[in-house]
């Protein structure tokens, strides 16, 4: 399908047709600012979105309000649904959020609580398989963890600065690291070990996120320096900058076939890029405020 979802500081969500670059819809969602949104691939036609405490579901063809599933009642600002859509992790723990908390959404039960990060949680990435979860912190460390048992596998060490973003490869075999030292560091899962150092950003790296194909060698980076850079990570070359948004770049997101990339700004817009050219082929308008979040349907 060839939807988008976008959600914002100001409590919105918007679903966009990008055949006709179209809103079909906006709702109000929360409260307060909405950390993440997903397509939930094993229920069809429905839409997550989560802030602070509470995750809602919605009707993608309506934006129809569905339920509300309560979760921690004091969540920070780190929040991912995991990709077979069946558990969501937070950052939990007022006042500094080190603790997280990981649910199964249908029963919302507490399955596991993780600790050991000394600094805030910026950061949630579940692996391709759900199996594990990986943290970035103020601690300047990332954390890999095994969900099964709630044990901490890896402790990666490097960055200079506050680590603000994580995600892994397509095959669970690299995991990237964005920080407020503005570089990217690529980790070999194997081993816990820093295989690559991705420097070129001028601010903060704010989201990192690899192309979903499989074999892919593609990650694309968003930064407070109003970019997005498009990385091989195999070679450590940067493909593409794209240049346009006009204040930091929040989130960025890649269609299933990695035709599409969109980026999410602070300056309220979602752009929709070509790749390979390099090329802005839509900006879209309408939130009112920093826009959080964008999230294509899973293939």
Do not use: M
Not at 98 to 118: C, D, M, P, S, Y
Not at 140 to 164: E, M, P, S
Not at 173 to 190: E, F, H, K, P
């Amino acid at each position: 399908s060839r939807l988008l979802a976008s959600a914002s500081f100001d409590g919105t969500i918007k679903l966009w047709d990008w055949t006709t670059w179209q809103c079909r819809w906006t709702k109000r969602a929360h409260r307060g600012i909405v950390q993440a949104v997903a397509f939930l691939p094993n229920s069809p036609g429905c839409l997550a979105s989560a802030s602070g405490h509470n995750v809602k579901y919605w009707e993608v063809a309506t934006g129809q309000y569905l339920q509300t599933v309560k979760e921690s009642s004091d969540s920070g600002r780190a929040t991912a649904f995991s990709p077979d859509r069946q558990s969501v992790a937070f950052a939990t723990g007022q006042p500094f959020f080190k603790t997280i908390e990981v649910r199964k959404l249908a029963a919302a039960h507490l399955g596991q609580t993780l600790k050991g990060h000394r600094g805030f949680v910026n950061s949630l990435a579940f692996s391709p398989d759900s199996r594990l979860l990986a943290s970035a912190s103020d601690d300047n460390t990332v954390r890999v963890w095994v969900l099964a048992t709630g044990t901490c596998r890896w402790t990666l060490d490097g960055h200079r600065g506050r680590v603000t973003s994580v995600a892994f490869s397509p095959d669970s075999r690299q995991l990237a690291s964005g920080s407020d030292d503005n570089t990217i560091r690529i980790w070999v899962l194997g081993t816990g070990r820093r295989r690559l150092t991705l420097r070129g950003h001028g601010g903060t790296v704010k989201a990192v996120v690899f192309s979903p194909l499989h074999d892919s060698r593609l990650l694309a980076s968003a930064s407070a320096d109003r970019t997005v850079k498009l990385w091989d990570v195999a070679q450590g070359d940067c493909k593409q900058t794209l240049e346009g948004h006009g204040d930091t770049v929040i989130a960025a997101a890649f269609s299933p076939h990695a035709r599409l990339v969109a980026s999410a700004s602070a300056d309220k817009t979602v752009k929709v890029w070509d790749p390979v050219t390099g090329a802005c082929l839509r900006t879209l308008e309408g939130h009112s405020d920093t826009v959080s979040c964008v999230a294509f349907p899973s293939d």
